[in-house]
């Protein structure tokens, strides 16, 4: 069993918008976060706990913000050759 806390501190992206709305936020289940990013499930487990991956845990499950994968991919990409 995992003993971290997890926390998601969502930047509203929306100039002069100081309400903190998120019902424009789409979140993405662990499962389908693994899938866009083609790794294992545990693999994504590990990135929230490690807090690299921001989510909101809801009831046992963790739900992920679809930018914060956006993000994620974005920051780890990087070119060869």
């Not at 997890?6 to 969502?10: K, T």
């Not at 709305?21 to 993405?28: A, H, R, Y």
């Given at each position: 069993m995992?003993?971290?806390k997890?926390?998601?501190?969502?930047p509203d992206k929306r100039a002069g918008s100081g309400s903190g709305?998120?019902?424009?936020?789409?979140?993405?289940t662990v499962a389908e976060v693994a899938s866009v990013m083609r790794v294992?499930?545990?693999?994504?487990?590990r990135l929230?706990?490690?807090g690299e991956l921001p989510a909101v845990r809801?009831?046992?499950?963790f739900r992920v913000p679809e930018d914060a994968v956006d993000e994620y991919l974005r920051r780890s990409?990087?070119?060869?050759?």
């Open positions: 995992w003993s971290q997890v926390r998601c501190i969502m709305d998120i019902s424009g936020v789409k979140f993405l294992s499930k545990m693999t994504v487990y929230v706990h490690s809801v009831g046992r499950s990409f990087f070119q060869t050759g």
